[in-house]
């Protein structure tokens, strides 16, 4: 991890300046940063970020770390971009909204870096987003799918994964729909972590099986970081809903899980977001109870997109398991930049920024997660898979199209 | 604050004569320690003025304003740890309150940044003032037990009452000065914050040297004799707690103006209220430019250990220690240890302690403002 | 709300309200014997609950048999804490600075875990973690009555210790009254120490019970020692039957307010509480002449 330790010793040299600067007037401008690598063209090109690798959001933090490095590695095999090394300047936010505000502050003006990639998780991209709006920097994101992202309305902010939150479960709202009278769910229940991309996808299924005429029985909404679901479960339990929907992040789905088995609720059909995509899920739920259990997933190690068979090989050559969600978002961030940066000819700050930013609101980019466009707010137009545990391992069943497994109509009991 | 050294004087002649034999002090500039005070308060003046124009870094403009927000806050804990001895762990309620009054009033009013920025402290005061009638009933523990539950209700209301707050999301505040270069928008906040912060020095110094304040000082040093002598305790703790509140909530819709986006988790952080007490112990909470001078030095350290052991929790552990080595051996903060230093040359300065109740009334002993030491067994209640 | 989610929030409020009564009656321990309001009880609960974890993933037995080890660690290293830390503070302001101290501890123990394990949320994976029974036609989960039960246990022998034996003699006649306790030959000092080393105690027990059926991250002791901290004031400081009580009744009432009003709502019991007790009866409800003055 050479990167990580050149950054510490950077930093160090940024709060000894800071400190200097306030003491002694003496300290003039230039800062930590100095005269150096900026417009240089052999040098590394430098890509900043800043990630949660502790806090809440560390476990798919590291996904995302993980993600980056592996297309880092790709590319400085292949000859680097635009024919020069890249390396990743990654900072560790603590899943903090000021620290990742202050990792981008310095990664831009302090670290002079010349592409920033995006942190992890909705809440985390809103302030950071701005940050690089005001400097005018390119931000492609892999994990900030919530509408409130795009209402902000960032001209330089493109989410490089398939869909928005509201749309996750369209395929799986069509198939019910679709379902004949006795086996269409009738009544649901929702449990929601108050934070964006869990609140999103759970919203916009909730919006469209309410217009429909489910009827919503349980409509919770917790906040991060509780872990007594006891009473949240009493109520699901009472309620004995058809359809159990969780917007969770990954800990939250776990214990949501257990306390409604603890309560002998069996719903018909459960989805939860993003706990289902990590491959500790199935380890802390029992690989005979996951059966059945769905979630949006934007991305498949089977579809044949380009560079996928190349990415599922590096994976699992490097982990021995195929690729997350949150690595292959990560992965696809890289491959936008690339794409753009290799269009336009150009990686550093400045006007080359507005150039990248031009380019991608002009065309479209063929990724891992499929052929990639956004509209005016950095929104994509693609749209989520289903996936759905069959036999204890995770499978897309929607659309039928690309489906590697038949879907479940009734889960199996957990 | 008029009224209140108004009603206190009223009140409680016995502290108007203690304060009336004040002139006693030497004149400004012919007392070294004073004229090396004058000094040092001028070259820091200098060094926060010219900081900005030294440097277009965003990222040290971004935490000289950090450390400034920190020094307010600090300054306006203080009129509460400083002059009353009561520790409060809770004051990031205010700060918090402060930054979601700034955000609420533009958000569903579309009222004008600068005004919703004058209005947030009042509204904080108004929040205060019950919570203080509540609080200030009870001494001690059970005091910064009910800081401490401010904080943590306010914490879930914010998450909870999403339909105003915005729940765990947050909320955005829009840009009070549009078109600005980000940079440029740190150097203009700089300066607010330096008028604020300079505000708030003005008001407890005026108060540190009024009548009222020594009220407030007879209270932190034996509040049961204090109201034996006649000052209004509960009335002077309400109105020191008031003015707190401004302070740090005036902090706080600063700090909302300034970042833009507010995190419940971040704004009513315990973790927060408890720099604010380390930042005001280490600096000294009898002095002036005591949480100024902790601010910058807790706020720089952070800041270090942030960036140097930013990937695991080593920062907690940092400032846990050090909150834990200024409990044990420098309860009274640097600033009183360094005067100490000059104090053996000079005339002792004596505790309220140390001064009987005649004493005080006869105004013969000068005011306690320098570091006063505990006298041991001085007092029957404690223990 | 329907009789059967009525009953079943009244169970899970008794079971969540026996914990919540064991870690209170640590908590208000200390501030009896020494008036030191101990701000990282909580940190060291979930300093327990991780030592359990770890026992767990390291050894595969059943974290409960890591009290054996935690009990006798944590008595030890709450009367060293009391000997070494507290009573080096000056008596006249020991209860503000043992907030302040304590407070430290507690980001200490926080920082370290997070340190040491990591943000990552834990959780022991247990065979019985999601079995449950049939209690009157409601499904009450095993581990919960496990939790309840060591919690019941704890403080049962924590009553039979203060009411039965001399030390306990000597320990409630501390609080009582410390000068005349020492007029009448007992170690005041002493007791101090060993009452500081119960109360961690029962932290030790607390943070297993607690470890069974929850996740457990670095930071999740702040959300402990509000609703703590509330009792105790409640209860009225120092007094042991008074915060068992009111943590029962807080912790059944917060149980049946989740219904309406949703989890997080429902977590605001225990500060009205705590308020209404300061304008009514600022010494709480069942404490003595202490708890207004301290």
């Not at chain 1, 109520?235 to 603890?262: F, H, K, P, S, W």
């Not at chain 1, 890289?334 to 507005?354: H, N």
């Not at chain 1, 065309?363 to 005016?376: C, F, P, Q, S």
């Not at chain 2, 607010?192 to 008001?203: D, K, Q």
Request: charged share 15%; hydrophobic share 50%; with cysteine.
């Amino acid at each position: 991890m050479s990167a990580r330790r050149l950054t510490r010793s950077r930093a160090r040299g940024a709060a000894v300046v800071a400190g200097a600067a306030l003491l002694l007037t003496a300290c003039s401008s230039g800062g930590g940063g100095g005269a150096e690598e900026e417009g240089d063209d052999d040098g590394p090109i430098r890509i900043g970020i800043s990630l949660p690798l502790t806090g809440d959001f560390s476990e798919p933090g590291k996904g995302v770390q993980n993600g980056y490095e592996i297309w880092r590695d790709e590319i400085n095999e292949a000859g680097g971009l635009l024919g020069r090394q890249v390396e990743l300047v990654i900072l560790d936010d603590q899943s903090n909204a000021d620290r990742v505000v202050a990792d981008y502050e310095a990664l831009i003006t302090q670290e002079e870096v010349d592409l920033i990639f995006g942190p992890f998780s909705s809440r985390l991209v809103l302030p950071s987003a701005r940050v690089a709006e005001e400097y005018g920097m390119l931000f492609v994101e892999p994990a900030g799918a919530a509408e409130d992202i795009f209402a902000a309305g960032y001209r330089n902010l493109f989410y490089a994964a398939p869909a928005v939150a509201d749309t996750h479960y369209d395929y799986l709202f069509d198939h019910l729909m679709s379902l004949p009278d006795g086996e269409r769910p009738e009544t649901a229940s929702f449990a929601s972590m108050d934070d964006p991309l869990a609140m999103g996808a759970a919203n916009g299924l909730k919006a469209k099986l309410e217009e429909a005429g489910v009827e919503i029985l349980v409509d919770e909404i917790y906040p991060p970081n509780t872990t007594d679901f006891s009473g949240i479960a009493a109520q699901l339990a009472e309620a004995d809903a058809d359809l159990l929907v969780g917007g969770t992040q990954y800990q939250d789905g776990v214990n949501m899980i257990l306390a409604v088995r603890q309560l002998g609720y069996q719903p018909r059909m459960a989805a939860f977001t993003t706990a289902p995509t990590l491959p500790e899920f199935v380890e802390a739920i029992g690989a005979d109870k996951v059966d059945g259990i769905m979630t949006p997933n934007g991305y498949s190690p089977a579809a044949e997109y380009e560079g996928n068979a190349n990415f599922v090989e590096m994976v699992m050559e490097k982990e021995g398991r195929e690729p997350t969600e949150d690595e292959a978002n990560a992965y696809t961030v890289g491959q936008v930049v690339t794409a753009a940066v290799e269009a336009v000819g150009c990686a550093e700050q400045g006007d080359c920024q507005t150039e990248l930013v031009d380019w991608l609101h002009e065309n479209e980019v063929a990724t891992i997660v499929g052929d990639l466009r956004w509209d005016e707010a950095g929104r994509p137009n693609g749209a989520h898979f289903i996936q759905q545990y069959v036999d204890g391992s995770p499978e897309i069943v929607l659309p039928e199209d690309q489906a590697t497994a038949e879907f479940i109509a009734v889960k199996p009991e957990w | 604050m008029r009224n209140a050294s108004e009603t206190t004087r009223a009140a409680a002649p016995a502290a108007e004569r203690t304060a009336g034999n004040r002139a006693a002090r030497p004149p400004l500039l012919r007392d070294p320690r004073r004229l090396v005070g004058v000094g040092l308060l001028v070259a820091l003046a200098v060094v926060v003025l010219v900081f900005p124009m030294t440097t277009s870094v965003g990222y040290l403009l971004s935490t000289g304003v950090v450390i400034l927000n920190y020094a307010l806050m600090a300054t306006g804990w203080n009129f509460m740890g400083g002059f009353t001895g009561y520790i409060s762990l809770g004051h990031a309620a205010y700060f918090g309150l402060g930054a979601y009054a700034v955000a609420i009033l533009i958000d569903r009013t579309g009222m004008s940044p600068f005004l919703a920025l004058a209005l947030a402290p009042l509204v904080v005061v108004v929040i205060a003032i019950p919570v203080g009638v509540a609080a200030l009933r009870v001494r001690g523990a059970s005091f910064v037990i009910v800081t401490i539950a401010f904080v943590l209700i306010l914490l879930l209301v914010a998450q909870s009452w999403a339909s105003l707050t915005g729940g765990s999301t947050g909320l955005m505040v829009p840009r009070a000065f549009q078109g600005l270069m980000r940079t440029e928008h740190h150097q203009v906040f700089y300066y607010i914050y330096v008028a604020a912060l300079v505000l708030a020095l003005l008001v407890w110094w005026r108060i540190d040297r009024s009548r009222f304040g020594m009220g407030l000082k007879a209270v932190r040093e034996d509040e049961d004799k204090a109201r034996a002598l006649g000052v209004p305790t509960f009335r002077a703790k309400l109105i020191a707690f008031a003015w707190s509140a401004f302070f740090t909530g005036l902090a706080g819709a600063l700090y909302a103006l300034w970042f833009g986006d507010l995190d419940p988790v971040f704004q009513f952080s315990i973790l927060m209220g408890a720099y604010m007490v380390l930042m005001a112990l280490l600096g000294g909470v009898r002095e002036l430019f005591g949480p100024l001078l902790g601010a910058i030095v807790v706020g720089l350290a952070i800041e270090f250990f942030k960036a140097e052991f930013g990937d695991t929790q080593f920062h907690l552990v940092a400032t846990g220690l050090l909150l834990a080595l200024v409990v044990l051996f420098m309860p009274e903060g640097v600033i009183p240890a360094v005067k100490g230093l000059f104090a053996r040359f000079g005339p002792q300065a004596s505790s309220i302690r140390e001064v009987s109740a005649q004493q005080l009334l006869d105004g013969t002993q000068d005011a306690p403002d320098d570091d006063a030491p505990v006298a041991p067994g001085g007092v029957g209640r404690v223990r | 709300m329907s009789s059967a989610l009525l009953l079943q929030s009244l169970i899970l409020g008794i079971l969540l309200g026996g914990l919540y009564a064991l870690l209170a009656s640590g908590l208000t321990l200390y501030f009896g014997v020494m008036r030191v309001v101990m701000i990282a009880h909580s940190a060291f609960l979930i300093l327990a609950g991780y030592l359990a974890w770890f026992f767990t993933v390291q050894t595969g037995l059943d974290p409960m048999i890591s009290l054996l080890i935690t009990v006798p660690l944590f008595f030890g290293i709450g009367v060293l804490m009391q000997r070494l830390l507290i009573t080096r503070l000056k008596p006249a302001s020991l209860t503000m600075m043992s907030v302040l101290l304590t407070f430290a501890i507690a980001l200490v123990i926080e920082g370290m875990l997070g340190f040491t394990f990591t943000g990552v949320q834990r959780r022991i994976r247990l065979d019985y973690g999601a079995s449950s029974i049939e209690v009157l036609g409601a499904q009450v989960a095993v581990v919960k009555l496990v939790a309840f039960g060591l919690a019941a246990l704890a403080l049962g022998s924590l009553w039979f210790v203060l009411k039965k034996t001399s030390f306990g003699q000597a320990l409630r006649a501390t609080i009582q009254h410390k000068e005349a306790a020492e007029l009448v030959g007992i170690d005041t000092a002493k007791v101090a120490s060993y009452g500081f080393g119960l109360g961690l105690a029962t932290a030790a027990v607390g943070g297993t019970a607690l470890a069974l059926d929850a996740t457990i991250y670095p930071s999740l002791h702040w959300h402990w020692i509000g609703p703590l901290m509330a009792i105790i004031v409640v209860g009225g400081l120092g007094s042991i039957p008074g915060a068992a009580v009111a943590a029962m009744l807080l912790g059944v009432t917060q149980s049946l307010l989740q219904v309406p009003l949703g989890t997080t709502w429902a977590q605001t019991v225990f500060y009205v509480a705590l308020f209404v007790t300061l304008m009514v009866r600022p010494q709480g409800f069942f404490g003595g002449r202490l708890a207004q003055r301290f």
